[in-house]
């Protein structure tokens, strides 16, 4: 399976002000996708991160609050806008590939909002 | 959309002891099972997948049976070992994957 990487592994931010996470995979993949895990919570999804065009958000989502970038087959980032306490969480990026249905993860940024 | 319910949320054995995990799924149209553990301050890694043409499927010690008809599927680790502590995820795929909310497996020494 791809190497998947994320920056930062963490961060710490002050209200009102906005993250960019990145995720990159060492190999061209068809699908990339975000997820939330809050506090000892379940993975929810984002949204989908489509090539050359928009995302594609999962309900309760926003491209306001969430906006998404995938310029290439192996890039994409994901930046928490506007943010609030309520946005600490752990956010994934996961990758598949065309026709299969399975899905990887990258390590997670774990990112604290005071 | 899809409504992934798991159960138990906590579960703890006896080192050497089988574990089972639960899991219902509401949307007929999903067709790929995956399991994935979650240690702590880990990613989430894929143990274990089903797909709905397949009833049960096993590696080493884990193995996963699904019945389409009643519309669940279930984890079960055998000869636990310490390591086999994590959270335990089930997910249901029907155009995108929807997680249950997890199972915290303690496994004692």
């Known amino acids: 399976s791809a190497v998947i990487s994320q920056k930062p592994s963490r961060d710490i931010c002050q209200r009102g002000t906005s993250l960019t996470i990145q995720c990159q995979v060492d190999?061209?993949?068809?699908?990339m996708f975000w997820y939330r895990q809050q506090p000892g919570q379940s993975l929810t999804l984002i949204a989908t991160?489509?090539?050359?065009?928009?995302?594609?958000?999962e309900s309760g989502f926003v491209i306001d609050k969430f906006p998404i970038s995938r310029p290439n087959l192996t890039f994409s980032t994901l930046t928490v806008s506007n943010m609030s306490p309520e946005d600490s969480s752990i956010y994934l990026c996961?990758?598949?590939?065309?026709?299969?249905?399975?899905?990887?993860f990258g390590p997670g940024t774990r990112l604290t909002v005071l | 959309g899809e409504n992934v319910e798991q159960h138990p949320s906590t579960l703890s054995v006896q080192e050497g002891d089988s574990a089972v995990i639960k899991c219902t799924y509401s949307?007929?149209?999903?067709?790929?099972f995956p399991w994935y553990k979650q240690e702590l301050g880990k990613r989430p890694q894929l143990i274990i997948d089903i797909r709905s043409n397949v009833g049960e499927k096993k590696d080493q010690r884990i193995a996963v049976t699904l019945n389409k008809t009643a519309k669940h599927f279930s984890l079960h680790i055998t000869e636990t070992q310490p390591e086999d502590s994590a959270v335990y995820f089930c997910a249901a795929y029907d155009y995108k994957l929807s997680f249950g909310a997890g199972t915290t497996v303690t496994v004692r020494a």
């Open positions: 190999s061209q993949v068809t699908m």
């Open positions: 949307d007929s149209a999903s067709n790929y």
């Open positions: 991160a489509n090539q050359g065009s928009e995302a594609t958000y």
């Open positions: 996961s990758v598949g590939y065309q026709g299969v249905d399975t899905q990887y």
